[in-house]
């Protein structure tokens, strides 16, 4: 069975009023921030991926581990119709589940949700092909806005996984959780994957390898605004940094401005000056204790019924049911 043509909710000015939004709001605060969606372009996507391969990056390779040990069990508990995927990109530790799925018997649908059509029209053809028993729905769409354009009806499982929701702040996280549990019906599941807290020797060089990928990473966000807002960003002029925030638990990836400098961005008609050594934030990643994602989970309505870790306790998986 072929793929069906990309349900589109989010269309190619939708982005660019959002980058022009975020850019002027996040280069006029203080401090200064850029939101981590604008990291991926072409090159972006390249580079994470490079990323989730190297030897200090940790979260890719333990929740499949949790993944390749748990996924038949999330079928045999949920037993979904629909498998419903956010931020979906490749949809490569997906298989894992789908495959689980097929073993079992029952899942009619796989819909992926993600911002990009390219990668969206790439993975939903591939996964067509590989499930032709599967019907695939691929919607382009933010998870964040577009919540209410998932397919209704049957038993439905949403999977919201690589660690995606630390990077939301706390508020954010909130919402994000309250909306995902109001498009859900009663006995849905949500599953989601947490970085956990752990020692900051394990954490700080998984945003700061010794290969310097994550601090080109880092700075294509400066490439994109440069790209699409023509503005006049040196990368090299900006050192990246990662810290530990151990009262928030959570690392903060940042551009440090190596001098003094004023950065044009024409699109915007808009001048931001940097002092040398001024910090422009551009990630925050949320690592988690099993009893606080249980608790959020409880308080947007979810009645948490697993969770489940790697066998070194790095990553952890939640399966929660919608009451």
């Known amino acids: 069975m072929s793929a069906e043509p990309l349900e ?3 269309e190619e000015r939708d982005l660019d009023r959002a980058l022009r939004s975020d850019v002027r709001d996040g280069l006029t605060a203080d401090p200064k921030w850029l939101p981590p969606k604008w990291f991926y372009d072409a090159r972006g996507s390249e580079l994470f991926e490079e990323i989730t391969r190297l030897p200090e990056y940790y979260p890719t390779r333990a929740e499949r581990a949790v993944l390749a040990a748990r996924a038949a069990d999330v079928a045999a508990s949920t037993g979904a119709k629909t498998l419903i995927e956010l931020g979906s990109g490749s949809s490569e530790k ?3 589940l789908l495959d689980a799925f097929t073993r079992q018997g029952g899942l009619g649908t796989f819909v992926p949700l993600d911002v990009s059509v390219s990668a969206l029209r790439q993975s939903t053809a591939q996964i067509a092909a590989d499930y032709p028993a599967l019907r695939v729905r691929g919607i382009v769409g933010d998870f964040t806005r577009q919540l209410d354009r998932l397919p209704t009806g049957g038993r439905r499982l949403v999977a919201f996984l690589g660690g995606t929701i630390g990077n939301l702040l706390p508020a954010e996280r909130a919402g994000f959780l309250a909306a995902m549990r109001a498009a859900l ?3 849905d599941h949500l599953l989601v994957g947490t970085d956990l807290v752990k020692d900051p020797a394990v ?12 601090a080109e990473f880092n700075r294509n966000v400066l490439r994109v605004v440069n790209r699409e807002l023509a503005a006049d960003f040196d990368p090299a002029a900006f050192a990246h940094v990662a810290v530990w925030d ?4 959570w690392i903060e990836m940042r551009l440090r401005a190596g001098r003094a400098m004023r950065v044009r ?3 915007l008609g808009l001048s931001v000056d940097f002092a040398e050594g001024e910090e422009l934030r551009t990630e925050v990643s949320a690592k988690f204790r099993p009893e606080g ?5 409880t308080a947007a309505g979810f009645v948490p019924a697993e969770f489940w870790t790697d066998p070194d306790g790095l990553f952890g998986v939640t399966l929660a049911r919608a009451c």
């Not at 151990?246 to 638990?249: G, K, N, Y």
């Open 8 to 10: 589109i909710y989010l």
């Open 94 to 96: 997906t298989r894992l």
């Open 185 to 187: 019906e009663p006995d």
């Open 203 to 214: 954490l700080v060089p998984a945003y700061d390898d010794a290969a310097g990928v994550t």
């Open 246 to 249: 151990p009262a928030r638990e």
């Open 265 to 267: 961005i024409a699109a």
């Open 293 to 297: 994602i249980a608790a959020e989970l």
